[in-house]
């Protein structure tokens, strides 16, 4: 019987469905076993996780890290992007993959493998996103090597004309049908474009360019429509599809509306969304800066969303991160109002602390909840499942030590590369202590020790009986 | 490092959310550790499991050991009870005890308990259940004794007033209002009383007692209103409740708009209502045989618990096991006609292969959700789990070892002290080779091996968040 | 071309779909035309309705004329009750006619047929309620003699066991089937018995029999259970159903979800649910004057009753008129409280004149709905119609002339024989000014002129075409 | 008293909510009186119509005369268009009036006013199109001019780029918001434009041009996804909106979902759909002609749209008359297939008796019914109620004569100027003996006895209380 390389002793082992107390082995990248204390002798390194959760590692479903955006480069490379994940809980990312101009989907996804594998630390894997639709023939051929690849999710824009994303309907329906022949998942950014862009010129045209016009230039209905016409075309074609960055009380209630019949139509949320509101618009500084895409909602979409995930209708949490700085964002305020901010703004790091603050220590949701949404439904939507995802033998040794009295003042401090957050002052308590990828200890008792080339492109292999039990 | 009592090599260990290939290791009555393959020494014994699926054994949550009815006694004991269902892959049986006639629901409880410690093979909890409701304030402190004693669930009946079950709507919603402040579940048999008893004694005054016209004495909305009311109820007094043996699509409808509301209001159903359907009703033998409460249903009902169990709406499953014989049940209907048959019939053992054949093998439901349903959810619901319902370290070595392709003929053959079964001459595709409770092997390649005695009783205590985390 | 006895001029004349200017000509007890103005010559009797609306006259579908309930008998005879009538624009009523002890219905309904055809100033017709369902068999062939005799809806009660008024679930049933099968209504007071009588019990042996534990005695589900029960019953056999005195909003909600399937199942409230709460009984005096069953309700309830209205959900508008006064209720309320109050109050005189001033001048209803309502509705539903519920050539001229700038004060003043109302001091702007019962005006410019015996018997005749087009 | 012009006698007339015996006087363009028989003395004229239905003149909600689509003038003009309607019981068409590329959408709707007030024998007013949205300022403007003049109702197309009638979201929502501001109805041709137009595209690219493939060109989603986003807007801005020409069951159910809320969204489907299925498009010839949009669809969207009407879903009925005749359709057909077929059909004369042989003696609606969505809803929708839409003193005497036993073959050769209709050969009972214009009878006893020139343009007033009273 060979030494493993690493136990996690005494901790609680938080499953999606329930927790139990066991110390966990690890052998090279993965988990060798689950234990009952006592059973197992010695390894290289022992970790005493009394009284912490040892989580699987979370999954971020949504970022944008070294992809610009409306003319804004982030300043965060995949180095300090991964890093800022690291210390936040965050053991994979979903980055998006959006296709250049003039280039094949394929080469971007290509550019950010070859970089995230030499920069980042934490394991990655992709959305590719069309710019141009208009062959969709090539289209289909992108997608079949896309999948080939190990990338089986595909991301649509609704919206953003001006930026070259915007997908009509009819590429959207024929994007979901290939995608349906090949088993992946279609995410979707829902807002109405035609009302969604021209009320914000409406609204600048008449001078309402002030951050507090913000929420209005993208009221709810932009959202609902879209949804409602995405979980329709996603009915249509029996696509597995999910809507991103879901912000309003109606789109919960629409999507779960699907669900319900029993369609693989789920739900993102993003953490900032279920703490903060649309007062912030008010405010100068954090009202610019925190100008994004949807934007912040009102207190009953807030707890419609909280709502939502308590009672297994918003499936994944995605942290929208895009870590844009300050004084791009005011540069452009100054000139053109909210039109001339780009939108996005960090959150890699938060998100797993301020849930487990908001959401689990409040009694909103479960423990086991939080597992599902962070780790357990991303794998299986994307194809990582078993080896993300869940703590079990075989699989990835992703392992998050969570002490859950630790209490930890969120915001810029606990970033590289980032000089401002919308999460600034929050106190949490409950934060990870280790963060572990593939049996390498990234954050180490709360120090980063991780290295750029550590992580590494996980293929997604998509199993419709796993995206099946997703709850 | 010391050596383990027994090792499940190289099978497919089935979580209720996902799979994965492992060894287990049990020592004494637990499961010390789950392993890649490799990693573990040796063990006392061993099984290899390849190409077989290693479940969480089986719950049933609903028999009827040992407890006569309508004044007729099943001949099986419990050593014979509990033998049938450990060949069918049962290890745990939630049994009905009610209350005689003039004495404490406790002393039934406590009579089973003894009575089954003795004779059971495999482990048990119980339901209680009134008889006598005149005096709430007894029944009050006999709940509190019962949740004490570790019986966390109180079955009601809304009908067989003939038969003194029968709970009047105000002693149900008291009986609800004290088990909400224990936290317990109410567990309900839902059937009109006034219009279900009356409809019999009308069409048998028109001389219409033969079995075809069984189910017409208990239409489906004599069902689907009771399981409103009760529903309604349940959302009233805020208690844990769920309604046995549904047989209707109406009372799936009306238990899931319940549930969609994040209330913890349960569904079970039974095997039978998956696989039979009130034609039987009109064949001589089998038809009088299989005179149950609720009847048989349509093709519509049928297909509507199939997808209610899919869609997260059917949560548990219980044979509702009553090991009535032939001949009192045909001396009654010669007598009577329905009028004189006991309802109820066995079906402890069939459950897991039936399903595994006609739910996983077809495709209609996923084999994680068959092991939410047989076996996670149940000790959610019962108060038993981590200990039973979950193949982790530390839990119960409570384990059936299910060969998929293993073939086999359902019928009394495969019963102790049954002469006939619904599921006669049935085939199944799937079949339990070893089950384990406890860590002791009562059936070991297929040869039962257990013994009088060998099983316990398991006290149930309840976790509200568990509760919370059923699907 | 003969002379009209009556012509009402320049009035607005109100249908239930639409208004217009015109001239009614009335020719003995019909309506004989109705004109531009300016096409007909004279008449003996001319009314200038310049700036009144034409009314058709309000049918009250629920009052308790000389009917004892619950030990007490209403001081106020049929002729005193139908001048109050009158008064406030009622010129048919549906009175209870509750089956005597050891007496066939019928008996009762001929009684009342002669007392009001001497007594009534107003044209009457009558729901027969049955006391006795245990011979099913004489059940049916009242209902069929009653169904001759020209009363098609019988009432039934879920509740009132200790008043005999109680019917089981199996005799609502049976009555439902026998209904169906002439085409009748079966209205409804629907209250679950079980828990509501025992619930007051429960209250009063803890002392709790102040009049502000009235509500708490009859809480919204006991309502609620028992219209989920009656729609599902109605559904299920088929037959015109109503629930009287619908007080709360999941009642309404309820009956929508079976309205929207195309089921004849209706909703009556009453004008008191629309204008008070349960507040008033914290308070002396009236607190206990108004223990009605149901209670008052909350501000939640009431303005769903109201949006009930407006979205055709609730169909029809009844008084529960029950003419008690102060006296006995107190001398009950000193002995037991709560419980010794007969449940009931008046109200056949305000609804129209409270219902146009809180509905239709504040917008909450048109003036259209105000008569489908009062009017239309329960004459379709009683077979009435188009003899009553309409203003057309060939109908019974019933008319009221209602001066919509005239402004009174509500209360006991305006009747006879009652020293107490709900409505004391309200303000009403709109009030009729004339009265008119198949050409007889009972109420002449405010001045009552009838006599006893005015009223007639006026037999239903179901059209089921007809109920369909009620909304 | 003078004498009348016209006395209608001993007919059943028909109201929106009953139906009662009486003789309709009319005395110059507007009825006089309404009365019992032997109640007036004479007359100029007088019709009997023992044992005929007397209707409120049929008011067709969406007729294309004199307006050339897709290329293709209809030969019919104004004095033959409303020949053919007159015969069929319409009195009032409302036509669509489409903006010419250049100039003003009021330039067209004038000049439909004078064609039409020279050419046409029945009444008439319009619904403006615009073509062009690029000035929004220039269509509110319009917007105001249109109502001013007296045109309440507005069509947006969602569909039709490539023949300028395409408006995008954002055009639609202002215009939404405009015609709210005015209490004007915005109607909606529903279909998703990007998936409609480049399903054909791709249809006919791969060859699949047959007729047979009409209906997969526009499958059943493409007009449930337009409905979907028409409602969320028309809820969002709180105008009076409907769909027109609903054809599928999808369609029905969302406007219901809407309507249900209390919202003035309405439903429109056209008889075609009602009668016909999309097997019609294997035939030759009629499957060729019968190329519309939307094309016709299954008999499960049949029956949806029919039981919609029964419950008050549906509320209107227009023919969407076009009357294109063989020759061009068919050189279109055999040169591009259905992509050369100029989309639409005749079908102005068939709609009432039709429905009252299929729709009322079939049981499937009520007469009253049928009366109310012919006739009172589009009046009241369009702002001509109660001038028309209702037999009553001082409405306009626009009445139809319709004998209930009347048979009559149905097809071309009852039409001027049409070589085809889909009805050919349908064997209707009912059909209309009068048709009679503001006292001017067109068709008298079944033989045209009009003139071009009869017709006067009504305009429209709107009352937002009558549109509440909308069923």
New interface residues.
Partial sequence: ??EFDLIIRNGL?V?????????I?V?GE???????AG???KAHREIDATGSLVLPGVIDTHTHIEEPFQGLTPLEDWTAGSRNAAIGGVTTTLNFSIQDPGKNLMDKIREHFERAGSLSCIDFNFHGVFTDYKDLGSVRKEIAEMMRFGVPSLKVFTIYSADGLYA????M?NVMMEMKKHGGFVGVHAE????G???QQSLASSGKIHSRYWPMAK?N?IE??AI??VA??A??TGVNAYVVHTSTREGVEILSSYR?K?LPIFCETCPHFLFFTDDIYEKPGIGVWQIISPPLRKEADKERLW?GI???EVSIIGSDHNAYQKGPKEKGYAEKGFMGVSNGGPGILEGLSAMYTGGVRTGRI????LTQITS?NPA?MFGL??RK??L????DADIVIFDPEKKQILGQHLYESMDWTVYEGMEVCGFPTHTIVRGKILVDDGDFSGNAGDGKFIPGKMDQ??V??I?
């Fill in positions: 019987m060979e082992i499953g999606s469905h329930g927790c139990y107390a066991g110390d082995a052998s993965q988990i060798a076993g689950i234990f009952k059973f197992i002798g009509d309907d009819w590429s329906y109405n474009m035609s009302i862009e021209q009320m009221p209905f609902a429509e409602s016409r329709m075309l009915q249509e319900r029993g709502q308590n009672r297994n479960t423990l086991e909840r357990e299986k499942y078993p995802g869940v079990a033998p075989g699989s009986n796993l099946r039990t709850v």
